[in-house]
């Protein structure tokens, strides 16, 4: 199973194996249906959770891009470019189209449908500027994100654009920070939302997306595998190659982040 800081006691048994190849997305959602049903049914009073079949996982949909573009190679830094100018692009680009991506759901997402932040199993809690733990909706916490990265990255002292201008000594701090919250978002929208993806037929936009944000944040570490544990079998058929070798690759960077 995946990394369990934040989960949930429930349904871990609900998570079978992903369906295999070649059932049609109907069947694959009339056996959602079934399982929920089903578990609706269980004596012990538990709700499931909102999507128990990992259909982001389906062949057919993980083949989705919007490129063949090797990211890989995109993500590291030029030579004659500063890192932190490399990081504070990259990072404000992300927020832009991460933001983009989810408002595409975001009326699918309401306070009733995702009474809490959660990824599959695991659940976001936030927390405001006094580190008090804030009880919120996904809707609410995603808007808390957004609006605290738009703060950030348009704070001349944080992100600075003019020159002869310094980046903060927190600044890669600062960054590691926008990334976990953005891995959220993410995170959110492929366990809770990927039906609507699909229906949008964005699902090519969301991969392509995930994989570039997923191999940017490990070429400079800016991410703790544990944190990205949670969508682990979707980066290893997304990011392929550095997939399951990079979760390896990723823990034994010198310098990642233990906070959460
Ligand atoms: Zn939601």
Same mark, same amino acid.
């Given at each position: 199973m995946f990394g369990d800081q934040g989960a949930l006691p429930t349904d871990r048994a609900l998570h079978g194996p992903p369906p295999r190849? $070649?059932? %049609?997305?109907?069947?694959?959602?009339?056996?959602?249906?079934?399982?929920?049903?089903?578990?609706?049914?269980? =004596?012990? $009073?538990?709700?499931?959770? @909102?999507? !128990?079949?990992?259909?982001?996982?389906? @062949?057919? /949909?993980?083949? %989705? +891009?919007?490129?063949?573009?090797?990211?890989? !190679?995109?993500?590291?830094? =030029? +030579? !004659?470019?500063?890192?932190?100018?490399?990081l504070a692009s990259n990072t404000t680009t992300f927020f832009h189209h991460i933001n983009l991506q989810y408002s595409t759901i975001s009326e699918f997402c309401t306070g009733e449908t995702c009474q809490t932040m959660a990824a599959g199993s695991t659940q976001y809690y936030w927390y405001d500027e006094r580190g008090k733990k804030v009880k919120c909706t996904a809707p609410q916490y995603v808007d808390f994100v957004m609006s605290s990265v738009q703060k950030l990255v348009t704070d001349e002292d944080v992100f600075p654009t003019k020159y002869g201008r310094e980046f903060p000594p927190s600044f890669e701090a600062l960054v590691k920070k926008i990334c976990r919250y953005l891995f959220h978002v993410l995170a959110h929208i492929y366990s809770s939302h990927f039906k609507e993806t699909?229906?949008? !037929?964005?699902?090519? /936009?969301?991969?392509?997306?995930?994989? /570039?944000?997923?191999?940017?944040?490990?070429?400079?570490?800016?991410?703790? =595998?544990?944190?990205?544990?949670?969508?682990?079998?979707?980066?290893?058929?997304?990011?392929?190659?550095? $997939?399951?070798?990079?979760? $390896?690759?990723?823990?034994?960077?010198?310098?990642?982040?233990?906070?959460r």
């Open positions: 190849s $070649g059932l %049609s997305f109907k069947m694959v959602l009339q056996a959602v249906g079934r399982t929920l049903r089903k578990s609706k049914a269980k =004596p012990n $009073g538990k709700k499931p959770a @909102p999507e !128990e079949k990992k259909i982001y996982l389906e @062949p057919e /949909h993980t083949k %989705s +891009r919007i490129t063949d573009f090797e990211f890989k !190679e995109l993500v590291v830094l =030029p +030579r !004659e470019i500063d890192l932190n100018e490399w699909l229906a949008l !037929e964005l699902q090519a /936009h969301l991969n392509t997306l995930y994989a /570039h944000f997923i191999l940017f944040v490990r070429e400079f570490n800016l991410l703790d =595998p544990k944190e990205t544990a949670v969508l682990d079998d979707l980066t290893g058929l997304l990011c392929s190659g550095a $997939g399951a070798a990079g979760t $390896g690759a990723a823990a034994a960077a010198h310098n990642h982040v233990k906070e």
